[in-house]
């Protein structure tokens, strides 16, 4: 019922920029928080960013904080992650996650994207 399609994703230089979009369909987006995470190979799944319904509230770790944007375009469906100043560190598969009504990020998402994968290399 509720599908999240993203995009965005490639392979990048260090330093490079890339605009990851996650669309929401099959339920109401703007009552709903949502998150970026990624997941690198052997690791677990980590928030990058997170936003709340009315984008009025957001939350990054350490690691991406100054070169991540998150925003939210409600009347699209449509979640973005701008991901500035790349490094090779930040590879990994990137997911969207959509909460339930009234849920954040200190939960785990209700719904996922697929993933899209992003590399960082020369």
């Known amino acids: 019922q509720v599908q999240l399609v993203e995009s965005g994703g490639g392979l990048v230089q260090p330093g490079g920029s890339l605009r990851l979009s996650c669309t929401v369909s099959g339920s109401r987006f703007s009552d709903n928080a949502m998150g970026w995470y990624r997941q690198d190979p052997g690791k677990q799944r980590e928030l990058v960013a997170g936003?709340?319904?009315?984008?009025?509230?957001?939350n990054y770790p350490d690691s991406v904080k100054g070169r991540f944007t998150i925003s939210r375009d409600n009347a699209k469906n449509t979640v973005y992650l701008q991901m500035n100043s790349l490094k090779p560190e930040d590879t990994a598969v990137y997911y969207c996650?959509?909460?339930?009504?009234?849920?954040?990020?200190?939960?785990?998402?209700?719904?996922w994207g697929q993933g899209t994968q992003v590399t960082v290399s020369s």
């Open positions: 936003i709340s319904s009315g984008g009025s509230v957001t």
């Open positions: 996650g959509f909460f339930s009504y009234g849920s954040s990020w200190v939960r785990t998402p209700d719904y």
